[in-house]
């Protein structure tokens, strides 16, 4: 959750979400997308207005949708989140209609558009769009939701508990915004929080030069070989993200035969969803002249909650480790492999570092210098030639743990819901993926410029799986 304390009574931004508030510019949003499936089996066509008495009951189990960013006076701390005096929900619902024919294409054309648009920061940064018009008679909700605001565990929980089909309690007390705090206690809040946090470096730079011990002993040991950022990503078209354009596909995959090929290869489920998107990426790529000789890299977030944590609806709280998607590697089975081990050592490597480094470290990046940051990578990867801006990895490739049944929407049922990160700072192509309801669901969100056609990338997940399970089968024989 946002930072707050006694002594700060404002909900303060961690250092990881001030940093995900910066990355946005013009150009590139910073919004993730979740696009729900809805069918009202009873035939009921479901309205704006039911949307809005729908989550009108739920607002106080999602008080985040009520939170704006207030800015600290000469950026001394990182913003805050404060209760807007002005929300009002209806600003918060939009409506679409699809052009004809209202095909899967129309919808992620318009899913597309709505990610392109950055969120309007004068309000709470979400929004929800009921779309109509689509030709097989279902309707689509999108809810969008800046990155700044949550991570996808904390959606995780907003979409449980906004997509519910659980009838919130009558006894509800009227909702009372506190004032936005004043320029002094913002100051006097913002000198406070950077005393606290200096009285914890010197325990933060002994715990970081202890962790980096023992990771570089366990380098020397361990043949595996981890894909360090920045040094071992190669330069590839799906980088050239410098559009606000964006481009949007999804792909919906057998639960069952990823499980099994997961068993087969005493892998992980996400070992199988990086093989299938390595896989997907080297025919996208093949098919274009444009493979790298070396493998892609994957940012792969990792959260820090303990399986028992109370379920969190805002704030970020994650790390990243990297790993590679073996595209370098012809055999599917064998890239299942190598990326299954490259992604066991990268996190036992991050496992050995501390899941909270990076983000304990982001505390000490004053705003003005993560701006400062973000806007002179973007510059230097616009240059042409040696000079441009190196990249951390290629693609991020996030996995969620879905519902086992599908979720309400009013008197509607959300057969599908497909969740999207923005791709951003050069990572041309962001794939998310969750279990829900007995499908592996992917979703593709990129800049239009890095990838025109993530529908032939949703393709070749499908093919992809398709090579795995029949491999698997392959070696059952063999070994029978």
């Excluded at 993730?32 to 066509?45: D, E, F, N």
């Excluded at 907003?158 to 006894?171: G, W």
């Excluded at 980088?239 to 068993?263: C, H, I, Y």
């Excluded at 064998?334 to 983000?359: H, Y």
Aim: proline share 7%.
């Amino acid at each position: 959750m946002p930072f707050r304390s006694p002594s700060d009574p404002v909900r303060r931004l961690s250092g990881l979400d001030a940093g995900l508030l910066s990355l946005e510019m013009s150009d590139q949003p910073m919004q993730s997308v979740a696009l729900g499936m809805i069918c009202a089996h009873t035939g009921a066509h479901f309205t704006l207005d039911d949307l809005h008495r729908h989550l009108a009951t739920r607002l106080d189990q999602l008080p985040a949708f009520r939170w704006r960013v207030v800015a600290l006076p000469l950026g001394l701390a990182h913003p805050v989140f404060v209760d807007d005096p002005q929300f009002d929900l209806a600003d918060h619902l939009w409506h679409a209609v699809l052009p004809e024919p209202g095909g899967p294409e129309e919808l992620d054309a318009a899913c597309a558009q709505l990610a392109s648009q950055c969120l309007d920061r004068s309000r709470p940064l979400w929004r929800i769009t009921l779309i109509d018009g689509l030709a097989d008679g279902r309707q689509a909700v999108v809810l969008e939701i800046h990155h700044a605001l949550m991570d996808g565990s904390a959606i995780r929980t907003t979409l449980a508990r906004a997509f519910s089909e659980e009838q919130p309690s009558a006894l509800r007390l009227p909702w009372q915004p506190g004032r936005i705090p004043g320029r002094v206690p913002l100051i006097a809040g913002a000198v406070a929080h950077n005393f606290r946090i200096l009285a914890r470096l010197p325990g933060l730079v002994s715990r970081t030069r202890r962790a980096t011990v023992a990771v570089r002993q366990r380098r020397a040991t361990v043949a595996v070989k981890v894909p360090k950022a920045f040094v071992d990503t190669p330069p590839s078209v799906i980088n050239q993200g410098f559009t606000r354009e964006r481009r949007f596909a999804r792909a919906s995959l057998p639960l069952d035969s990823v499980l099994a090929v997961k068993n087969d290869a005493c892998a992980t489920v996400n070992d199988v969803a990086l093989a299938l998107v390595g896989s997907s990426l080297r025919h996208y790529l093949q098919a274009r002249g444009a493979l790298p000789d070396r493998s892609l890299v994957a940012n792969v977030p990792i959260g820090m909650e303990e399986l028992d944590a109370i379920p969190r609806a805002a704030g970020n709280r994650f790390s990243r480790l990297t790993t590679s998607l073996a595209t370098d590697v012809a055999d599917p089975w064998e890239r299942l492999q190598r990326i299954s081990a490259v992604t066991a050592e990268a996190k036992a490597r991050l496992d050995l570092a501390g899941r909270e480094m990076l983000t304990d470290w982001l505390e000490y990046l004053p705003p003005m210098l993560i701006s400062r940051i973000v806007r002179h990578s973007q510059a230097g990867r616009r240059r042409p030639g040696k000079g441009r801006g190196k990249l951390d990895a290629n693609v991020v490739v996030s996995n969620l743990r879905g519902p086992s049944v599908p979720w309400q929407l009013g008197s509607t049922v959300v057969e599908e819901m497909y969740l999207a990160g923005p791709p951003n700072n050069g990572v041309g192509v962001n794939f998310a993926f969750w279990d829900y309801a007995g499908r592996l669901l992917f979703g593709i969100l990129s800049f239009a410029d890095s990838v025109e056609e993530p529908g032939e990338l949703a393709v070749h997940l499908s093919h992809s799986l398709e090579e795995l399970v029949a491999a698997a089968e392959c070696r059952r024989v063999s070994s029978a």
